[in-house]
């Protein structure tokens, strides 16, 4: 699965952006998907999730009503609606395909800037 996230930028403290990380080489119906971040000078943390089998969604705490996660099976490929954004949500946000039978796959980033 290659894995391509775009739809990063600057935003002021409050705004919204949404991310989108599109797949190919293989339909992502079956992978559970997620985001992760690493914010400047810190470790690459998880943002959000969502089960193939399921439908479920999980979130961080620091993300948690602010940030929704979804998935679009047909288009092969995930979002991530990010509202009320703060400048500690700076990062460079990637996604992950990952599930039991399966590798794990990650894409190449999309940088997050967000000014007070």
């Known amino acids: 699965v290659q894995l391509q996230a775009s739809g990063g930028g600057s935003v002021q403290s409050g705004g919204s952006l949404r991310l989108s990380c599109a797949a190919s080489g293989r339909r992502i119906s079956t992978y559970d998907m997620a985001w992760f971040r690493r914010r400047p000078g810190k470790e690459r943390e998880f943002v959000a999730a969502?089960?193939?089998?399921?439908?479920?969604?999980d979130y961080s705490d620091s993300v948690k009503d602010r940030f929704t996660i979804s998935r679009d099976n047909p288009q092969n490929a995930v979002y991530l609606q990010m509202n009320s954004l703060e400048p500690e949500d700076t990062a460079v946000y990637s996604c992950?395909?990952?599930?039991?039978?399966?590798?794990?796959?990650w894409g190449q980033g999309t940088l997050v800037t967000v000014s007070s």
């Open positions: 992950r395909a990952y599930g039991v039978g399966h590798n794990n796959y």
């Open positions: 969502s089960s193939w089998n399921d439908g479920g969604t």
